[in-house]
């Protein structure tokens, strides 16, 4: 079963530091843009991040300069390193992904359970 599994969300004070990790498992043929989003209560689910294929990134403005996205195309995996934190950046954070099952051989975006950050003193 192909699947998103996401780890490394938590606790941090503001001007603290997290890595979120999303790793794709399953029968995969090939794997295009990877993503993290996030989605405050009540709002529409946000772009934070993307890289593609070819290691293009974009950022939202509100985290440019303080994120970082990365992959590692050999274990199929995408990153988000998370600095100077704050309290706005509170709430949860999905991964996206581009995925090609060899099952089906069709791209499709799938998404991962979400982890939840909080930016607390």
């Known amino acids: 079963q192909v699947q998103l599994v996401e780890s490394g969300g938590g606790l941090v004070q503001p001007g603290g530091s997290l890595r979120l990790s999303c790793a794709a498992s399953?029968?995969?043929?090939?794997?295009?843009?990877m993503g993290w989003y996030r989605q405050a209560p009540g709002k529409q689910r946000e772009l934070v991040a993307v890289?593609?294929?070819?290691?293009?990134?974009n950022y939202a403005d509100s985290v440019k300069g303080r994120f970082t996205i990365s992959r590692d195309n050999a274990k199929n995996t995408v990153h988000l390193q998370m600095n100077s934190l704050k309290p706005e950046d509170t709430t949860v954070y999905y991964c996206?992904?581009?995925?090609?099952?060899?099952?089906?051989?069709?791209?499709?975006?799938?998404w991962g359970q979400g982890t939840q950050v909080t930016v607390s003193s």
């Open positions: 996206n992904a581009f995925l090609k099952p060899i099952a089906t051989m069709k791209v499709v975006g799938f």
């Open positions: 890289t593609t294929s070819g290691g293009s990134t």
């Open positions: 399953g029968s995969i043929f090939s794997i295009g843009a």
